[in-house]
Structure formats: structure tokens, C-alpha cells
């Protein structure tokens, strides 16, 4: 039986520098450095003084003060972002059935935020009595899917996916899964983090930050940065995009994913999980290693993963993987943790449609271990069709994408 064909219809965009595609898209081809000192929390004793907030977004551009109060910055982050993929998508009110769409979405905090709140209450008040009796509502991850669905109405599948680092990928998959298993029509998928002191404080503890920014494959590579954001893809069958006539933005190939299966953080040397991924989404997509053009690189700034990368590419791609470009676009944003893979996707999209490939920033000193074209500094032009983006995460699990432009029917 044929595949239904999977296309991207819409992306909605929260990022360290810059909310909505148009602004995010000028900062990214600009090169800008979202990795700033940090303004929500005090991190007077803490090693690491810089990450990535989103500093242009305000709820009440969004929400009522009734509907903000009733949310955590991560849902508030991933529900204005759907409404700005809605938007592109070309759907609202009445357009599509909402019995027919699903939401998938990927995190690695959840509402941690809510947690931080509770602690502050209590032990400033001295009594749970202090923490207010629907705060604790807001903070099972759980609620980021089912606040979108309540928002605006949605009847489907209301699913999360806390694969940490990958989860903008699995979400991403199994959107796929769910439109060819006859589930849905339209899937909004996606993941969104918020920056909290819980995050920050767990990767200090690691001993995983940078002090300063964040320099992907450079050698003097020394750490990720904690960051927040959300991203977000209107998903649907060909068949259901061209329906309704919608705008086609990207075509979904394919996904892979896999568990290196080696250790709690650090991931195995030879890249076991990553090729697996890599190699099923090709399989999965139904085309070769040469076809890809470009690589969105995981490429976190910590000197185990990006060696691993390097690793990978160089076997996924063989005599390629020293030449296919493959550049790293958390050296702006800082890592956004589940939303990552999310905006990458959708950056992915940008490229393909402006035929640009955005650099990996903070490049400076080559390291022979990742031996790779990490598109240093500047965003290139080059002609694009095809591409892959790769997410990591704890666990060993590991993910790829593969997006190419809308080929016609």
C-alpha cells in the first residue's frame, strides 16, 4: 500500500533571538548571538552567568490576564506558538474539523517553573497553605498538549513525549505515525521548554555549561548553554493540504529513532545511537546518503557530543561526512532543551525555502576530532533540496528528520 505523503503547512516560532519566523529568520541569516546574561534568575553563585531567554515575548500579546493565570510559560510559549502556525497554516475557526486534530508535543521540563514557584511560596510563607490550590494543577508536562487542545478547541490525540533533547523529533515522528495510521488530519507538532532555575541549576551541577557562549566543534568548546523557546509545525496528509488548497511549505521524508543504550548523559564515542538514527530515517525516507545537501547539527558545545557528531557524520555519509555542510544553530539560541529539535525543523524549512544554510557562530579554533563543515560564522547560499536534522538527548536517545522541498504532486 502507498505511503501518504506528509507535508508542513505552517511554524510558529519563540526563540532567544527573536519571536515569529520574520524576525527569527533576520537575527539567524545576521548571525546573532542569543547567549546573554541571565535576567530571571540570580546566578550570583553560580559558575555560568549567560543563557538563552526570550526576552521579546509578552503574554498579554497573547492571552487574557484570566488565560495567562491559568498557564505556565511553557504552555503559554507552545499555544502562541501554534496560534502563529495556525495562522500560517492558513486555518481557523471552522476551516478543518477539530475532531480530526491531534497535538504532539515534546518537552524535557515540562512546567518547571510551577515547581520553582511552589518551593518560593512555601518556604518564604512557611506553609503549603501558601502555595495557591491551583498552582500544582499547571505542572505535570502533561498539560502543555491539553492546554492547546483547550484553547483552541481541538478534539484529538492530546499526547507528550518528554524524550528531553529529541523530544521535538519524537513529536515530530510520531505525527508522521499518526496522520498514516488514519488518526488524524492535521497535527500540531512541536515542543516548547521554559528557561527555570531547576534546569540551570541541574546543568551547572553536571558541570555541562559554557561561561560564556556557546562555540559548537570548536575546540575550545566548554559546554551548552540553558536556554528556552518553543517551536511548533502544522502537519498533514498532501491529500488533506491540498484540499484545502494550503500553502506547502516543506515536504516530511521521514524519521529514525534509536537508544545508544550506553549511558545516563554522555553518549557512546563510536555513535552507535546516532548512525541508527540516521540510517532508519534514511530507510524510512526512502532515499540515500548522497541526497541529503545539508545537516542541522544536534551540536550541543559540550566536547563529547560534538566529537560523537563528527563521528557519525563521518560514517552516515562516508567520504562526505567531512564535506557535507553541518552546522550547529543552538551556537545562537543556547540549547531549548524539548523545543530544540522543534526550531530546528523549522529552520530547516527556512533554509530550504531561502536556499540559505545558517552558520554555526563563536567559531574560531578547528578541532582535528570534528573534522567537519561546521558552516562557520556566516550563513551560506547554496542550492538545497533535501536535508537531515539530528536530536540527541539523556538516555541515549537519539533522532533525525528528513525534510525536502515540495516536489509538486
Not at 481541538?154 to 515530530?172: D, E, R, T, W
Request: with cysteine; hydrophobic share 40%.
Amino acid at each position: 500500500m502507498e505511503k501518504k505523503r506528509i507535508v508542513v503547512t505552517g511554524i510558529g516560532l519563540i526563540t532567544p533571538i527573536g519571536t515569529g519566523e520574520k524576525a527569527f529568520w533576520a537575527a539567524a541569516i545576521a548571525s546573532e548571538n542569543g547567549v546573554r546574561p541571565i535576567q530571571s534568575i540570580d546566578v550570583s553563585d553560580y559558575k555560568t552567568k549567560t543563557g538563552g531567554e526570550v526576552l521579546d515575548f509578552n503574554s498579554s500579546d497573547w492571552f487574557t490576564a484570566e488565560e495567562s493565570s491559568s498557564m505556565g510559560r511553557s504552555s503559554q510559549f507552545a499555544v502562541a506558538a501554534t496560534r502563529m502556525a495556525l495562522a500560517d497554516a492558513g486555518i481557523s475557526d471552522g476551516t478543518i474539523d477539530p475532531w480530526r486534530v491531534a497535538v504532539s508535543m515534546g518537552t524535557t521540563m515540562g512546567e518547571p517553573q510551577i515547581l520553582d514557584e511552589s518551593v518560593r511560596k512555601k518556604y518564604t510563607g512557611g506553609s503549603e497553605e501558601s502555595i495557591p490550590a491551583d498552582l500544582p494543577r499547571q505542572y505535570p508536562c502533561g498539560v502543555i498538549p491539553a492546554n492547546i487542545s483547550r484553547m483552541l478547541g481541538f478534539k484529538g490525540p492530546s499526547v507528550i513525549l518528554p524524550a528531553a533533547c529529541a523530544a521535538g523529533n519524537y513529536a515530530i515522528g510520531y505525527a508522521m505515525d499518526l496522520i498514516r495510521l488514519g488518526r488524524a488530519d492535521v497535527v500540531i507538532a512541536g515542543g516548547s521548554d521554559p528557561f527555570s532555575s531547576i534546569a540551570f541549576t541541574g546543568f551547572n551541577r553536571l558541570l555541562a555549561t559554557t561561561k560564556d557562549v556557546c562555540r559548537p566543534f570548536d575546540k575550545e568548546r566548554n559546554g551548552m548553554a540553558v536556554s528556552e523557546g518553543a517551536g511548533i509545525l502544522i502537519i498533514e496528509s498532501l491529500e488533506h493540504a491540498l484540499a484545502r488548497k494550503a500553502r506547502i511549505r516543506a515536504e516530511l521524508l521521514g524519521y529514525g529513532i534509536a537508544c545508544d543504550a550506553f549511558h545516563m548523559t554522555t553518549p557512546a564515542e563510536d555513535g552507535c545511537g546516532g548512525i541508527l538514527a540516521s540510517r532508519k530515517a534514511l530507510d524510512h525516507a526512502g532515499v540515500s546518503p548522497d541526497s541529503i545537501d545539508y545537516v542541522c547539527a544536534h551540536g550541543t558545545g559540550t566536547p563529547a557530543n560534538d566529537k560523537s557528531e563528527a563521528v557519525i557524520a563521518k560514517t552516515v555519509f562516508g567520504d562526505r561526512g567531512t564535506k557535507i555542510p553541518m552546522s550547529s544553530i543552538k551556537s545562537m539560541l543556547g540549547h531549548t532543551m524539548g523545543a530544540a529539535s522543534a526550531i530546528e525543523a523549522a529552520a530547516c524549512i527556512l533554509m530550504l525555502e531561502n536556499d540559505t544554510v545558517l552558520p554555526t557562530i563563536n567559531y574560531e579554533n578547528p578541532d582535528p576530532l570534528c573534522d567537519i563543515d561546521c558552516v562557520p560564522n556566516k550563513a551560506r547560499s547554496m542550492k538545497l533540496q533535501t536535508v537531515m536534522s539530528n536530536a540527541y538527548a539523556f538516555a541515549g536517545n537519539t533522532s533525525a528528520i528528513i525534510l525536502s522541498k515540495f516536489k509538486g504532486e
